[in-house]
């Protein structure tokens, strides 16, 4: 099983740019999560889907971060524009409804805004 | 909703001894509780959980255990080793429907050779 997929793993942008985020979750996992980890606020869940569909986005600090889930084995996390305070590391997991409840990460992709 | 604290948040020992994680969860509902390994570099990994319906849980040198009446629960690491070296979340979710987890701000635990 290959895993949690995301690209890229790092990126380093200038204030103001696009930063598209991407993840594959694992083959046959109906949940699919986001979150974002720093120093200050450690692990901080952004949004999840259930079947491809948002479920909750409260966790999305403002309107320049934006999630899609067009099918089942991809998703991407937007932000438009770049802010240095959206520097992170961002997480991806997927897990399958059924099971015992255990979220599998993706390793991650670090952010840099400049 | 669910708040759970978790101390300490760096954590530093000798090879061999113990290490102890604490959790404390607000949400009386919640009725399952993971604990998360972070190696450097890498995403969090399930190591150990526990249900509500259970006191503790061992499996080699980790242990968890659970007070619902307290909303209290750690993580027992005992003869810690290099490897041990990480950082550790604890997590607290009701199971029904849906499964979301709560997660403490995590622990960093160096092991000291």
């Known amino acids: 099983d290959a895993g949690v997929i995301q690209s890229p793993r790092h990126e380093v942008t200038e204030m103001g740019q696009e930063v598209t985020l991407r993840c594959k979750p694992i083959s046959g996992h109906d949940y699919l999560f986001w979150y974002r980890q720093t120093m200050m606020r450690g692990l901080e869940l952004l949004i999840y889907f259930n079947n491809n569909v948002p479920i909750d986005d409260s966790g999305m600090p403002e309107d320049r971060f934006s999630a899609k889930m067009p099918n089942a084995s991809f998703s991407t996390l937007k932000i438009q524009p770049s802010e240095p305070r959206d520097s992170a590391v961002y997480f991806c997991a997927s897990s399958r409804q059924t099971s015992t409840g255990e979220l599998f990460f993706g390793e991650g992709s670090r952010l840099t805004v400049l | 909703g669910e708040n759970v604290e978790q101390h300490p948040s760096t954590l530093s020992v000798q090879e061999g001894d113990s290490a102890v994680i604490k959790c404390t969860y607000s949400d009386s509902a919640s009725n399952y509780f993971p604990w998360y390994k972070q190696e450097l570099g890498k995403g969090p990994q399930l190591i150990i959980d526990i249900r509500s319906n259970v006191g503790e849980k061992k499996d080699q040198r980790i242990a968890v255990t659970l007070n619902k009446t307290a909303k209290h629960f750690s993580l027992h690491i005992t003869e810690t080793q290099p490897e041990d070296s990480a950082v550790y979340f604890c997590?607290?979710?009701?199971?029904?429907?849906?499964?979301?987890?709560?997660f403490g701000r995590g622990t960093s635990l160096i092991v000291h050779p």
């Open positions: 997590a607290a979710s009701e199971r029904g429907g849906s499964y979301i987890p709560t």
